[in-house]
């Protein structure tokens, strides 16, 4: 179990930590809770940065790391999206559309890279890709933050677009320059 594996387990771990926090809030005011949870949130992203940083320089990519980092990713981002639908007292409400589309597209590049592995090919992330996951962290950050300015509020709109668009895009993306693995 080496220091990228340790950070992707903890980003795991932060999970449920993150959504007791941002539901719950017990004993404490319910924007308070948000802030915390929004922390929460962003030190588990940040984990996913630099456990990819760390396992490429030193040379420490397994098998493992392979399977449970994007697992850890999608676990995170879909739980806040999913808990963001439930809560009441947004400012900008994400539509359960988008949270849909975003889930749709992950089930199905996931599957798409679980063909193609069967055919020993690497489908590598692409900059739509990591565009998208981006887009994605951001968006969620203001909608966590709850921030009623109007400045935030367009910001946060502007991100829900963004999002599913790049979304469709990288879905796209990936199908289009991976379709052999279709024809096996």
Known sequence: MNLPNKLTLLRVVMIPVFLVVFMCHPGIDRQLARYIA?????????TDAL????ARKYDLVTNFGKFMDPLADKLLVCSAMIALIG???????????VVIIIIAR?????????????????????????????SQMLMLILLLLNIGHAVFTY????????????TVVS????????????KE
């Open 171 to 182: 879905a796209c993306d990936y199908i289009i320059k991976n379709r052999g693995v279709l």
């Open 87 to 97: 809560a009441g007292d947004a400012h900008v409400v994400l539509p359960s559309w």
């Open 155 to 166: 910001a946060a709109t502007g991100l829900i677009a963004l999002s599913a668009a790049l």
């Open 106 to 134: 992950e089930f199905i590049i996931t599957g798409f890279r679980t063909l193609a592995a069967e055919q020993n090919v690497v489908i590598a992330a692409s900059k739509w890709g990591k565009a998208k996951t981006i």
């Open 38 to 46: 929004t922390g929460i949130f962003c030190l588990a992203s940040l």
């Open 51 to 54: 456990d990819g940083y760390i």
